[in-house]
């Protein structure tokens, strides 16, 4: 029934042949394979409706009620709605829904809040950070004097105290908390606590996390914190996109840098799907959703662990694991990220290459793999499966070059798949 409705969607693009053609080949695949990379989801047929609707259209520059275009009146109201249920759905006092995805909306932050050359403390981008956190190719790099905090050695795990020595002698004007590949629970409110002790705003990048905040599986930076980001597309399960949320006193200033700061005519039928998107984090299941997400990444924790895989931090409370391959006894050497994720994929289980804290390799050849549970719980996987899962990736990792047992296992994979079908 659901999967008819999909197809029936794409029924219309049959008169490109090559495109529709490719279009269905991803669509098997992600019907076919175990996709656990922890940025991404599967957002419902609602969702992607919204993208695909007449709102692509129309041409809107401003905001509600304050366009430069006449004929705004639908894109108005839906645009409303969708800012509506953002604060509803954070807590938050202000929403701005235009930026197009999370990079814009960062880089809207640190335009409307600083000067050229301010300093920014944020994560060392190879303890977590994301690129927008200070990249030196990326524009955050270039326009701005980034500082770093990292996780402690030991634990592997951020160290508050030491943040706040770090804060104190740099004195930064911004400080960003939230992350793309730490497994660990973040105290916003010890990092809005430093923030204003040295006189910095608190700025925290939820993309990662955000489902798990509105599904109560991961602590709020609501209401306390200054600024907060975050993508809609990765635990929130919406389309591919990003909103800023804010304190009243920075409403102005952020909507300034957003449009026309930054942006032109905002992408209505992504704003659309966002509010439709918004509207499903709001119902009582997607608390049940967001909880069963960490629990399959304790369960799949546990089980890797057990097979003899070593994890950051020995564990994870959210989404999201990484695994430390240069001390996982069948691989032990640095910079086998990349190998590991090949043999993965070619037993169908979808990860992607990372660095890891203190990583002995380069960027290019990182030591870790990034592992989620987000679209397998969205699929309906529970934690026997990700017992079966766990059982499956530590088979391949402890044995990464066995093409017999990679076909074999997926093989099963394919089996697995066809009963937890979402498209
Ligand atoms: C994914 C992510 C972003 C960027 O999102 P894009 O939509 O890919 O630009 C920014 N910050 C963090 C922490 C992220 O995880």
Do not use: W
């Not at 007449?54 to 839906?78: C, H, L, S, T, W």
């Not at 660990?184 to 606590?193: G, K, L, M, Q, W």
């Not at 097979?307 to 640095?334: E, F, Q």
């Amino acid at each position: 029934m659901l999967e008819k409705r999909v197809n029936k969607m794409n029924e219309d693009l049959k008169s490109d042949a090559e495109v529709y053609n490719i279009v269905q080949n991803e669509l098997e695949r992600q019907k076919s394979e175990l996709n656990m990379i922890p940025s991404e989801n599967y957002c419902s047929k609602a969702v992607l409706e919204a993208c695909g609707s007449v709102m692509n259209n129309k041409y809107a520059e401003g905001y509600p009620k304050k366009r430069y275009y006449q004929g705004n009146k639908f894109i108005d109201d839906v645009e409303l709605i969708a800012i509506e249920r953002a604060k509803q759905l954070f807590g938050a006092e202000h929403a701005n829904v235009q930026p197009n995805s999370g990079s814009p909306a960062n880089m809207a932050v640190y335009f409307a809040l600083l000067e050229k050359g301010d300093k920014i403390l944020g994560m060392n981008l190879s303890h977590g950070g994301h690129l927008t956190h200070g990249c030196p190719v990326n524009f955050s790099g270039k326009y701005y004097n980034f500082v770093e905090y990292g996780v402690d050695k030991e634990t592997e795990m951020l160290d508050m105290d030491k943040i706040r020595k770090i804060a104190e002698e740099e004195k930064p004007k911004l400080i960003i908390s939230g992350y793309t590949a730490y497994p660990r629970t973040i105290d916003f409110r010890e990092f809005h606590n430093i923030a204003e002790s040295v006189g910095a705003i608190s700025m925290a990048d939820i993309s990662h996390i955000a489902g798990l905040i509105v599904g109560n599986a991961h602590p709020s930076p609501f209401p306390f914190t200054d600024v907060v980001t975050t993508t809609t597309h990765k635990t929130l399960r919406g389309p591919r996109s990003a909103i800023i949320l804010c304190k009243e006193k920075y409403a102005k200033a952020i909507d300034k840098a957003v449009f026309p700061g930054l942006q032109g005519g905002p992408h209505e039928h992504t704003i659309a799907a966002k509010a439709v998107c918004f509207g499903e984090a709001l119902k009582p299941e997607f608390k049940d959703y967001a909880q069963q997400i960490v629990k399959n990444a304790k369960a799949l924790a546990e089980t890797l662990m057990n097979n003899g895989i070593k994890l950051v931090s020995n564990g994870t409370d959210t989404h999201l694991l990484l695994i430390d391959l240069t001390n996982t006894k069948a691989v032990g050497k640095p910079g086998m990220g990349k190998d590991v994720a090949v043999a993965l994929e070619e037993a169908g289980i979808i990860t992607n290459a990372n660095t890891i804290p203190f990583d002995p390799s380069t960027p290019f050849r990182p030591s870790g793999i990034r592992v989620g549970t987000p679209i397998l719980t969205t699929r309906g996987m529970k934690e026997p499966e990700m017992k079966q899962v766990g059982e499956y990736m530590a088979k391949v990792i402890n044995d990464y070059q066995n093409s017999e047992l990679k076909s074999k296992i997926n093989n099963e994979v394919k089996e697995l798949c066809k009963n937890f079908a979402f498209y």
